[in-house]
C-alpha cells in the first residue's frame, strides 16, 4: 500500500544567521551608494541609508520566516486600506476573504547621538510614537480582528550607555502601545510590541517583550530574550487566539 511522504519541518529560524545577513547586505548597499554619492558631488545622509536597507533586508527575512503559517505574506512596506485611506506597513499578511489579518511595523534607531554613536539612542521617540499610534489606529478602527505587531531595532549598546540606558528608556516609552487583547480594545494599541536587540558584529539578535515575562532593567541587557523562533512562535500564536485557533493535535502547534 502506497503512502504518503511527510512534508519536511520548515528550517529551523537562525537569529544570527538572519542578523548577518541583513548587516551584510545593509553595509554593502551604505557603501556602494556613498561611493555613488561622492562621484556625483551630492550629500549623503549615511545613518538614513542605512536605516532603510536595514529595515528592507530584516522585512523580508521576517516575512520570509512566517510564510509557513502566513502563505503570502509580503515585505517592502506594502500600502494596506485603513480607515482613512492607505497606510503603509512593513509586513503584511491578508485575504480577499478576510481582509488584513496581520501588520508588523519597524523602527529602529542604530547610531546614538553621542560619543562616535555609541551611546544615547533615544531621539524620534515622540515621533515614532505618534507614527505607530496612526498606524494602529488607523487600521484597527477599519480591520478590529486585525493583529499588529511593533518592532523597534537598537543595538547591544543601547543597553548600557546611561544609569537609564536608552534601551529601558525606549521599553518605558512603548509601554502604554502595548496591550490590545480584544477586539474591542482602544485601537490606536498593538497586540504585540517588541524591543529587538542586535550585536553589531553579528553574533547575536534577541527579542525583548514589553509586557512581557522578563522585566525591563534600568541598566544592563535582559535577563532573557526571545530567541527568532519565539519572536515568531509569539505572533502565530497571538494571530491563532485572536482567530478562535487554539486547538492544536500533537506535532501540529504553533511551537512544533
Known amino acids: 500500500m502506497a503512502t504518503t511522504p511527510r512534508r519536511s519541518k520548515p528550517t529551523k529560524p537562525d537569529g544570527k544567521a538572519v542578523i548577518k545577513a541583513v548587516l551584510d547586505k545593509t553595509r554593502r548597499e551604505v557603501k556602494a551608494g556613498a561611493a555613488q554619492a561622492s562621484t556625483a558631488g551630492k550629500p549623503f545622509k549615511e545613518d538614513l541609508k542605512f536605516a532603510i536597507s536595514f529595515a528592507k533586508h530584516m522585512?523580508?527575512?521576517?516575512?520570509?520566516?512566517?510564510?509557513?503559517?502566513?502563505?503570502?505574506?509580503?515585505?517592502?512596506?506594502?500600502?494596506?486600506?485603513?480607515?482613512?485611506?492607505?497606510?503603509?506597513?512593513?509586513?503584511?499578511?491578508?485575504?480577499?476573504?478576510?481582509?488584513?489579518?496581520?501588520?508588523?511595523?519597524?523602527?529602529?534607531?542604530?547610531?546614538?547621538?553621542?560619543?562616535?554613536?555609541?551611546?544615547?539612542?533615544?531621539?524620534?521617540?515622540?515621533?515614532?510614537?505618534?507614527?505607530?499610534?496612526?498606524?494602529?489606529?488607523?487600521?484597527?478602527?477599519?480591520?478590529?480582528?486585525?493583529?499588529?505587531?511593533?518592532?523597534?531595532?537598537?543595538?547591544?549598546e543601547s543597553c548600557r550607555d546611561m544609569t537609564k540606558s536608552s534601551f529601558a528608556a525606549w521599553v518605558e516609552y512603548l509601554w502604554p502601545l502595548k496591550g490590545r487583547v480584544e477586539p474591542e480594545d482602544p485601537p490606536d494599541r498593538f497586540?504585540?510590541?517588541?524591543?529587538?536587540?542586535?550585536?553589531?558584529?553579528?553574533?547575536?539578535?534577541?527579542?525583548?517583550?514589553?509586557?512581557?515575562?522578563?522585566?525591563?532593567?534600568?541598566?544592563?541587557?535582559?535577563?532573557?530574550?526571545?530567541?527568532?523562533?519565539?519572536?515568531?512562535?509569539?505572533?502565530?500564536?497571538?494571530?491563532d487566539r485572536r482567530n478562535g485557533r487554539d486547538f492544536f493535535f500533537e506535532g501540529e502547534g504553533p511551537g512544533d
Open 191 to 239: 497586540e504585540l510590541v517588541f524591543v529587538a536587540l542586535y550585536a553589531r558584529d553579528a553574533s547575536e539578535l534577541g527579542f525583548y517583550e514589553v509586557g512581557g515575562a522578563t522585566p525591563c532593567p534600568k541598566k544592563g541587557r535582559p535577563r532573557k530574550l526571545l530567541s527568532l523562533g519565539e519572536f515568531l512562535r509569539r505572533i502565530q500564536e497571538t494571530y
Open 59 to 156: 522585512e523580508a527575512e521576517v516575512a520570509k520566516a512566517l510564510d509557513p503559517h502566513f502563505p503570502g505574506i509580503i515585505s517592502g512596506e506594502t500600502p494596506s486600506r485603513a480607515a482613512r485611506g492607505m497606510k503603509r506597513v512593513d509586513v503584511k499578511y491578508s485575504t480577499p476573504e478576510a481582509g488584513l489579518g496581520l501588520a508588523l511595523s519597524f523602527k529602529s534607531v542604530h547610531f546614538g547621538e553621542r560619543d562616535s554613536g555609541d551611546t544615547r539612542f533615544t531621539h524620534n521617540m515622540k515621533r515614532n510614537d505618534e507614527e505607530l499610534r496612526v498606524e494602529a489606529t488607523g487600521h484597527h478602527l477599519r480591520q478590529p480582528y486585525a493583529v499588529m505587531g511593533a518592532v523597534l531595532f537598537l543595538p547591544f
